[in-house]
């Protein structure tokens, strides 16, 4: 499972509020991800990181923030939840495979903002 | 922008039948790969099998084989003597082979009846 979790597993929170979630890899990989999955929409890349301190949007960013403070835990903020954010969200890393890189996920978090 | 598309949102197959799940996609690029990952209800994203597009052979992981065309830019994926733990959302993805980014497709719910 290439050591991935994600806190919390599941969330409800409220209109406005702000949210934090967390995703820890205990394997030291650089390049980690943060996706949304969605209904009719399949997985999409909302930010990611290349390193502490170096991250970029991804195609969905708009009201997501991130960090990256530590190599092993990359953040997700969600500065004011809005329904449209209700998602399932999934943290990645990037490792090498053979001649090249593959994506492993971990386990998800549902988030219900009401 | 490279896009993928999976035009089956489900199927059905019977135990020890053979099923094939299509994904076509969108690129003007030559040097990419190819994935299929697996959702099962845990909603743990698993990765079945990959594709180097400079590869003509077709990979092959153990019961699942993919189809690969690449002037048609078509990416099936071939379960044979499918299984009850087959059931599954199942989602082609594409990554160029110049960034890490990975571009999914919406995904086809795969049903295996005993």
């Known amino acids: 499972d290439a050591g991935i979790t994600q806190s919390p597993r599941h969330k409800v929170t409220e209109t406005g509020t702000p949210v934090t979630l967390r995703c820890h890899q205990t394997?030291?990989?650089?390049?980690m991800y943060w996706y949304r999955q969605d209904p009719g929409h399949g997985l999409r890349l909302i930010h990611y990181?290349?390193?502490?301190?170096?991250?970029d949007k991804g195609e969905v960013s708009d009201g997501y923030s991130v960090s990256r403070s530590k190599t092993e835990d990359f953040l997700l903020t969600l500065e004011s939840a809005t329904s449209s954010q209700t998602s399932v969200y999934f943290c990645a890393i990037s490792a090498l495979a053979g001649s090249s890189y593959e994506q492993y996920f971990g386990p998800g978090t549902r988030l219900t903002v009401t | 922008a490279q896009t993928v598309t999976q035009s089956q949102p489900e199927m059905s197959v019977q135990e020890a039948e053979t099923v094939t799940l299509s994904c076509t996609y969108d690129?003007?690029?030559?040097?990419?790969?190819l994935f299929w990952y697996k959702q099962p209800p845990s909603r743990q994203m698993i990765l079945v099998i990959r594709?180097?597009?400079?590869?003509?052979q077709n990979a092959t992981e153990n019961r699942f084989s993919v189809n690969f065309q690449k002037a048609a830019k078509s990416f099936s994926l071939k379960i044979s003597d499918s299984q009850l733990g087959d059931a599954a959302m199942y989602f082609c993805a594409y990554r160029s082979a110049y960034t890490d980014k990975l571009i999914f497709g919406t995904g086809t719910r795969l049903q295996v009846f005993p």
């Open positions: 990181s290349y390193g502490v301190k170096d991250t």
């Open positions: 690129t003007s690029e030559s040097d990419y790969y």
């Open positions: 594709q180097e597009a400079y590869k003509q």
């Open positions: 394997e030291n990989h650089r390049y």
